[in-house]
């Protein structure tokens, strides 16, 4: 009985892990809210990421230097 009980409460614990590492590890760059102002050393991109629901347009820029990306969101 012990033994299916401890099965149980390592599913749940595996379970609980993989929710805060899906939590805390998941990818927000993209939605992330940069701002207005364009750094230094960046350069505009021609990519563009179009909202379906609000329309609403996000420009990404490139800094070469150190392959960071900057998201800017277009009127």
Same mark, same amino acid.
């Given at each position: 009985m012990e033994l299916v009980i401890? %099965? %149980?409460v390592l599913q749940v614990l595996i379970i609980v892990?993989?929710?805060l590492l899906g939590y805390f590890i998941y990818d927000k760059r993209f939605k992330h809210n940069h701002g207005t102002k364009i750094p230094d050393?960046?350069?505009?991109?021609e990519e563009v990421n179009v909202d379906p629901v609000s329309g609403e347009k996000t420009r990404v820029y490139y800094n070469p230097d150190t392959g960071e990306r900057f998201y800017k969101k277009e009127k």
């Open positions: 401890g %099965y %149980y892990i993989c929710l050393g960046f350069q505009s991109t």
